[in-house]
């Protein structure tokens, strides 16, 4: 069957259409994506502006019309924190849905992180044991751990690299002082969370998700890209510190010329960077591994497990 996910984050709105059936993986046949950083449309009293929302609901259009088109046998539309934390984000909603037609399912942090995990063991199976994952999307960061095909223990903070960038790294390129505003901050509030792993085993495998770690990792130096059949694209929490210094020097602008920074991710890759070096410190984390699997495939996956 073909399935297609539209995703609605802090960053981007994505549709990512594939060919799936239950008990097997999900086949990639189209990908359409809006850059909008909703995050700079969030206004003083917290909700979306006229602007925003206007952007918002074209960008949607534009994937339903695409998503139409593919002869979709289904469509699972979602948003994430940038909509379920907006003031006017039910407004937001109705008006997306009867000016395009897409009832968008807002996701809890809860459930993100729950459908990162699964999406994280279903990629590395059984086998691989007690996980802890690390996923940053342009609102939020979340955590989790465990050995089952849901985490033992979810969080999600208000630490994604959109957010991060407008809260603290107000100049371009930030200056020293934001730097280690943002990295303080982020230390205390995964600090105050970690309280909930503790009991937790060690983990078997360290494992990051979405855009923003991917492109880390491949600043870093790894030596894969993290996609193909079991492709291990690997991150030192070593050659990130290393990177982060050169990297916030750098204007936005320029940052698509390093290795792996696309200019989606130019303007908050910075800011990404410093909160999972935080993240990977604060959870005693020395390096992790990439997983080219996220939240969308754990809605794919979530979808064919109901159908079967």
């Given at each position: 069957?073909?399935?297609?996910?539209?995703?609605?984050?802090s960053?981007?709105?994505h549709?990512?259409?594939?060919?799936?059936?239950?008990?097997?993986g999900?086949?990639?046949?189209?990908?359409?994506?809006?850059?909008?950083?909703l995050?700079?449309?969030?206004?003083?009293?917290?909700s979306?502006?006229d602007?925003?929302?206007?952007?918002?609901?074209?960008?949607v259009?534009?994937a339903?019309?695409?998503?139409?088109s593919?002869?979709?046998?289904?469509?699972?539309p979602?948003?994430?924190?940038?909509?379920?934390?907006a003031?006017?984000?039910?407004?937001?909603?109705?008006?997306?849905?009867?000016?395009t037609g897409?009832?968008?399912?807002?996701?809890?942090?809860?459930?993100?992180?729950?459908?990162?995990?699964?999406a994280?063991?279903?990629?590395?199976?059984?086998?691989?044991?007690n996980?802890?994952?690390?996923?940053?999307?342009?609102?939020?960061?979340?955590?989790?751990?465990?050995?089952?095909?849901y985490p033992d223990?979810a969080?999600?903070?208000?630490?994604?690299?959109?957010?991060?960038?407008?809260s603290?790294?107000?100049?371009d390129?930030?200056?020293?002082?934001?730097?280690?505003?943002?990295?303080?901050?982020?230390?205390?509030?995964?600090?105050?969370?970690?309280?909930?792993?503790?009991?937790q085993p060690?983990?078997?495998?360290?494992?990051?998700?979405?855009?923003?770690?991917?492109s880390?990792?491949?600043?870093?130096?790894?030596?894969?890209?993290?996609?193909?059949?079991?492709?291990?694209?690997?991150?030192?929490?070593?050659?990130?510190?290393?990177?982060?210094?050169?990297l916030?020097?750098?204007?936005?602008?320029?940052r698509?010329?390093?290795?792996?920074?696309?200019?989606?991710?130019?303007?908050q890759?910075?800011?990404?960077?410093?909160?999972?070096?935080?993240?990977?410190?604060?959870?005693?984390?020395?390096?992790?591994?990439?997983?080219?699997?996220a939240?969308?495939?754990?809605?794919?996956?979530?979808?064919?497990d109901?159908?079967?």
């Amino acid at each position: 069957m073909r399935l297609g996910v539209l995703d609605v984050g802090s960053n981007t709105v994505h549709l990512l259409v594939v060919d799936a059936h239950p008990g097997a993986g999900p086949v990639p046949t189209t990908s359409h994506k809006s850059v909008l950083r909703l995050m700079r449309y969030i206004t003083p009293d917290g909700s979306i502006s006229d602007e925003g929302v206007d952007a918002l609901v074209n960008a949607v259009q534009s994937a339903a019309d695409i998503a139409a088109s593919h002869n979709l046998d289904a469509l699972l539309p979602m948003a994430t924190s940038a909509v379920r934390e907006a003031t006017n984000g039910e407004a937001t909603l109705r008006r997306i849905h009867e000016e395009t037609g897409v009832d968008l399912q807002v996701l809890s942090g809860e459930e993100e992180a729950r459908l990162t995990f699964l999406a994280i063991r279903r990629w590395y199976g059984w086998s691989a044991g007690n996980i802890l994952v690390f996923d940053i999307g342009g609102g939020s960061l979340e955590i989790t751990q465990g050995s089952d095909e849901y985490p033992d223990v979810a969080v999600s903070l208000p630490l994604g690299a959109g957010r991060s960038t407008i809260s603290f790294l107000h100049n371009d390129p930030p200056t020293e002082e934001q730097v280690i505003n943002l990295a303080e901050h982020a230390n205390r509030v995964i600090t105050e969370a970690s309280v909930l792993f503790e009991g937790q085993p060690k983990p078997d495998h360290i494992v990051g998700s979405s855009k923003t770690i991917r492109s880390l990792g491949k600043l870093a130096g790894s030596s894969s890209d993290g996609v193909g059949k079991r492709a291990r694209n690997k991150l030192s929490v070593k050659k990130l510190s290393n990177w982060l210094p050169r990297l916030a020097q750098i204007p936005a602008h320029a940052r698509p010329a390093l290795p792996g920074i696309t200019e989606d991710r130019a303007f908050q890759i910075t800011a990404g960077g410093i909160v999972l070096r935080e993240a990977m410190t604060v959870m005693g984390a020395e390096k992790l591994e990439v997983s080219p699997w996220a939240l969308r495939e754990g809605v794919i996956m979530r979808y064919l497990d109901q159908l079967d």
